[in-house]
């Protein structure tokens, strides 16, 4: 099989104008980024104001291997299948960090024949977003800086500053840095360091936002510093807010790029799974449900991390009611829940499958609890074996969900035919009821007592003396109202990557709380949690080239 670039480039793409007018836009609402990407204008949502929205169909995975398990490739394989059905649809992705690109993990532009196009367009600059994001954070922290050397009228202490700096890149040795070196003239020293910029809360702003005048507000509640008394400090007392603004007037309006079969697709913001929520823009999603009769999107990680935000946080301030989700499992997956290494994992068994089977069964539980129908997808690879796909059917069977097989990697669109025909026959006969897991107003204790205890299995939470002396401060800044935006390892549905399955009897470990006022969430911290990524001895980026005619080539 040909690379995923080679295949990308093989393609033949039609001009961006035309899958805009498949999906009823004019020239007039768009904005060109070349022949092939284009960015839509908000005031779209005006005019389609009274048209119903289509099936908000969510994409998740249950406990992945370190490679993933395929989410976005199943979201942009069953869009596609859609198209070949003929219905009118649209895949509403994320957009790819440079820092993974170069890195170990690689892009997130799908594989195979279930891409977005033109890939290293999406996987590098795209129109510019993750960059004016990096501008306007680091434009924050360098009024912040500025404003302490400049007299400190606001009174802000330098050892209780929130606001790093940002990179959209993988480099480790900018975590933890000393700045300000060398004399008043050059600052004031004090330590802090660089998180890579989806990890920003900029960027889970911007994907937050309703329109302009929601992401005006939402800045200027971003809560940077506290004085020496305690006194919250927030952005909007700098000043500052119409420059950040004026950074992000182009990065909210969502871009339009297409399928390698001619699927429109809106990739939009990328917030990080973990420290944030994790799944696409809100505007490019309700943009897509007015647009289209079947929305396919997804979030980050399993159901326990992606999900979970997207039902609590992303479709609670949007007032999104998802029709169904797609639980994307694989035959490796479930073997290296059954105790088998990686490197063993492509090799047939049965019984290592079927004993790994409680991960995926934590995961249908869980999307239950949202009162949603979900559906399996089993994303087939080249070595799984007819007795091994039967056994997770039969499984799936007993858990009386729904589940197929998912080829669209090899075949594209064709090969998820069945998986959004057994999807569009789910929500058909089991409607959705959507409800989010926990009530706002509990305290704060309360809604990460009952995330632990319902998506996690915890059978307790303990907390560190710093997450209580942390809960106590946001109770007193007001803050306690707000949804709980769990920061916890992907591997495992406990907070140890090394417990496979179906962990029980664990207490779950809460080490810090941050508020992210602005974009409207609190981050409960459980575990070591990286911001920045490292590179790998081999990085990506180190097979990566440009050829003489502008052909790139080794991206992925």
């Not at 290494?341 to 995961?363: D, F, Q, W, Y």
Request: negative net charge; glycine residues 8%.
């Amino acid at each position: 099989m040909l690379s995923d670039i080679e295949i990308a480039q093989s393609v033949i793409l039609r001009p961006i104008s035309e899958i805009a007018e498949t999906l009823g836009l004019t020239d007039d609402d768009i904005d060109l980024y070349g022949k092939t990407k284009a960015k839509i204008h908000l005031d779209v949502m005006d005019r389609l104001a009274d048209r119903p929205d289509g099936k908000l169909i969510l994409v998740t995975a249950m406990t992945p291997t370190p490679a993933g398990e395929g989410k976005t490739v199943t979201s942009i394989g069953l869009a596609e299948a859609f198209g070949v059905l003929g219905k009118k649809h649209v895949v509403c992705l994320r957009e790819p960090s440079l820092g993974p690109t170069f890195g170990i993990k690689g892009g997130a532009a799908g594989g195979g024949y279930a891409q977005v196009v033109p890939m290293d367009e999406i996987n590098l600059h795209f129109t510019g977003d993750i960059h004016a994001v990096s501008t306007a954070h680091n434009l924050l922290a360098a009024i912040l800086d500025n404003h302490i050397v400049k007299d400190n009228e606001l009174d802000i202490d330098p050892g209780r500053i929130y606001w790093p700096r940002v990179v959209d890149l993988a480099d480790r040795q900018l975590r933890n840095i000393v700045i300000g070196l060398g004399g008043r003239v050059n600052g004031f020293p004090r330590e802090t360091g660089f998180v890579i910029t989806v990890a920003s809360e900029i960027m889970a702003i911007l994907a937050l936002a309703k329109d302009l005048d929601d992401l005006r507000e939402r800045l200027s509640n971003i809560l940077i510093a506290h004085t020496p008394q305690l006194k919250p400090v927030y952005a909007h007392e700098l000043g500052v807010i119409g420059s950040l603004m004026v950074l992000l007037k182009e990065a909210i309006k969502p871009n339009l790029v297409q399928t390698i079969e001619g699927t429109p697709a809106l990739i939009h913001c990328g917030p990080f799974a973990n420290i944030a929520h994790g799944c696409n823009s809100l505007i490019a999603t309700k943009m897509g449900l007015k647009l289209a009769d079947y929305c396919i999107t997804e979030a980050g990680f399993g159901s326990d991390l992606g999900a979970e935000k997207f039902m609590d946080i992303k479709c609670r301030v949007g007032g999104l009611k998802p029709s169904a989700v797609v639980i994307v499992s694989s035959i490796r997956a479930l073997k290296m829940h059954g105790g088998i290494s990686l490197h063993e994992i492509s090799k047939p068994n049965v019984k290592a499958m079927m004993k790994g089977c409680c991960n995926l069964r934590t995961h249908v539980e869980n999307i239950r609890k949202f009162h949603v129908p979900p559906i399996v997808a089993i994303n087939r690879f080249p070595h799984d074996t007819d007795e091994e796909i039967s056994a997770l059917k039969e499984f799936c069977n007993e858990l009386d969900t729904p589940a197929e097989i998912s080829e669209v990697c090899a075949k594209g669109g064709k090969g998820g035919v069945a998986l959004a025909e057994r999807v569009m026959g789910t929500m058909e006969k089991h409607p959705s009821d959507f409800k989010p897991l926990y009530d706002c107003d509990k305290p704060i204790h309360e809604k990460i007592e009952t995330i632990a205890a319902e998506i996690y299995r915890a059978d307790d939470v303990i907390y560190s003396p710093k997450a209580v002396r942390k809960m106590k401060r946001i109770d007193l800044d007001g803050l306690s109202s707000l949804p709980i935006c769990m920061a916890k390892t992907q591997a495992s549905l406990s907070d140890n990557p090394q417990m496979l399955g179906a962990p029980s009897a664990w207490s779950l470990h809460v080490e810090d709380l941050e508020p992210r006022a602005g974009a409207g969430f609190i981050v409960v911290i459980t575990g070591d949690i990286l911001l920045m990524p490292g590179l790998p001895k081999v990085p990506a980026a180190l097979k990566i080239d440009l050829l003489d005619d502008g052909k790139i080539v080794g991206l992925f």
